[in-house]
């Protein structure tokens, strides 16, 4: 009988932290925080070997495939980075930021570098039966850590690396952080031999490992906060940082940028259509106004506590499974919203229903500021100053609608299927027209038009229409104040229940909820 090869090991340092304080500190599996290892391994492997056992996990909607080398979703990717960061390696800086042209005509040479990265990766290594996606590292390619006289040893589920090798399902490593410099290896042949150091958690929990990511990146001011809900969405919904940091971090933030996106993108339809220095008799909803909206409805924090309730924002909480994070970055997010918006303008606009005809032959009104040229040449029953969508109300109660629409129906539209595109770039105004272009292909693309449509057939008429029935006048006099908002939300839905469709569908099952 042959003698069976001993697979491929490596030396590791065992690196014990753990206070006794520590043994306080409330860990909960349900909460994806179960007690983590007293000590985590120190070890070096070739950056093409360690890319090729790492992967990026995600969280999806039940039903929906697992993917092992996700770049988008848990942790987004940015490839312009990584390739920086190859030629970097290679050269060093400043040579790595010259232009092609630049390092191709030799006259820079001299600026030549060692490219160091004395920077541990630091994974965690996915133990016999933990899941990603309803999938699992296969047996064969678990990574196992031997304890031996002479200390800890890394065994590698092959006797000999080469280049073909990968997974049969899972990748056996996922990385927390360090994912742009181990990416930036790739398919770099030329650099087989560069060695990488690593940290390594084993079997560490997934809300550890946000928590992980953000004291190494955000705590000492390395990258920007909103960034960082882009790289890793699962922070979003992590209690103990919406309760040290408050608003600020994310929601605040985001609603704030995706205002500025709506007001400042070309095919927005609030295109210069928001009143961004909050100047008066100008005839646009403010900035104020639309942050909170979007504060309100879509960036809505999470909360693990009210169970009768939404609970989320779409794009700023958990799912409905409470275990899911949808991974849409900033230009995903600004595309869904000008992509519904248009959606419901388109619908506005082909409507033939009594209120739009009515607010259309009205009196064009007079350009006595600058904001209401504007105004002339457009859809008064969209625009228009007695449209109650160009209202704060009607902002609010339109973005509402479409976050708990799409909320509670997100994991059977496979929303968490539409992924970042490798076209994209890091800038978000760079990245929408892509994001637009992608999401138009999206089954869930019908759904949103479908939606416009339907609530186009609203009457959107404020109670200071002129010419309006009295009767017609005081019912619209509810929408006036803050009790407003959630009086046209609940309208709203009772509007939508009526069509036989699964929106109809979803919107009875919101009544009554907030």
């Known amino acids: ?288 106004a639309w942050i909170k909206s979007l504060m309100a409805s879509l960036v809505r924090a999470w909360d693990k506590r009210s169970r009768s309730s939404l609970a989320g924002g779409l794009f700023g909480g958990r799912g409905t499974n409470e275990d899911e994070v949808l991974g849409w970055n900033r230009a995903q997010q600004a595309a869904f919203l000008i992509f519904a918006w248009n959606a419901f303008k388109d619908g506005v606009a082909a409507s033939k229903e009594d209120w739009a005809t009515n607010l259309r032959s009205g009196k064009k009104p007079e350009a006595r500021h600058a904001e209401d040229a504007k105004l002339i040449n457009e859809d008064l029953a969209f625009y228009g100053p007695y449209s109650l969508i160009n209202t704060d109300q009607g902002v609010r109660g339109f973005l509402q609608i479409l976050n708990d629409i799409f909320y509670l129906y997100a994991a059977k539209l496979k929303l968490n299927e539409w992924r970042p595109n490798e076209r994209a770039s890091s800038d978000p105004i760079h990245s929408i027209p892509i994001f637009l272009e992608s999401i138009a292909k999206q089954n869930f693309s019908k759904f949103i038009k479908d939606l416009g449509t339907n609530l186009s057939s609203f009457d959107w008429r404020t109670s200071a229409t002129p010419g309006l029935e009295e009767d017609v006048r005081r019912s619209k006099l509810v929408f006036r104040g803050s009790g407003g908002y959630k009086e046209l939300r609940t309208q709203l839905l009772e509007h939508l229940a009526g069509f036989d469709s699964e929106i109809g569908k979803t919107a009875k099952r919101l009544i009554g909820k907030s």
């Open 1 to 288: 009988m042959a003698k069976r090869t001993p697979p491929r090991t490596v030396p590791a340092l065992t690196v014990h932290q753990w206070l006794p304080g520590w043994d306080k500190i409330s860990f909960d599996p349900k909460e994806y925080r179960s007690k983590p290892p007293q000590h985590f391994y120190l070890f070096s492997l070739p950056a093409r070997e360690l890319r090729s056992l790492s992967g990026i996990s995600r969280r999806v909607a039940k039903g929906a495939a697992s993917r092992t080398e996700d770049l988008g979703i848990q942790r987004q990717h940015d490839p312009e980075r990584s390739e920086e960061i190859g030629r970097f390696v290679e050269f060093g800086y400043p040579w790595s930021t010259l232009s092609e042209t630049k390092r191709a005509s030799g006259e820079f040479s001299d600026l030549r570098k060692p490219g160091w990265l004395p920077t541990a990766i630091v994974l965690n290594v996915l133990t016999d039966g933990s899941k990603r996606n309803n999938s699992n590292v296969a047996k064969e390619d678990l990574v196992t850590i031997e304890e031996t006289a002479a200390g800890p040893k890394l065994q590698l589920p092959y006797e000999k690396w080469e280049a073909s090798w990968s997974p049969k399902k899972l990748p056996p490593f996922e990385v927390i952080d360090g994912q742009h410099r181990l990416w930036a290896f790739d398919k770099a042949s030329s650099l087989a031999n560069f060695e990488l150091p690593v940290v390594a958690f084993v079997g560490l929990d997934i809300s550890w490992q946000a928590y992980l990511f953000w004291t190494i990146n955000i705590k000492p001011k390395r990258i920007n906060a909103s960034l960082a809900f882009d790289l890793y969405p699962l922070l979003r919904s992590e209690d103990w940082l919406e309760r040290a940091e408050g608003h600020p971090i994310y929601r605040e933030t985001r609603a704030q940028e995706l205002t500025e996106i709506m007001w400042s993108y070309p095919d927005s339809p609030w295109y210069d259509r928001i009143n961004m220095l909050g100047e008066r008799q100008n005839p646009w909803v403010s900035q104020s």
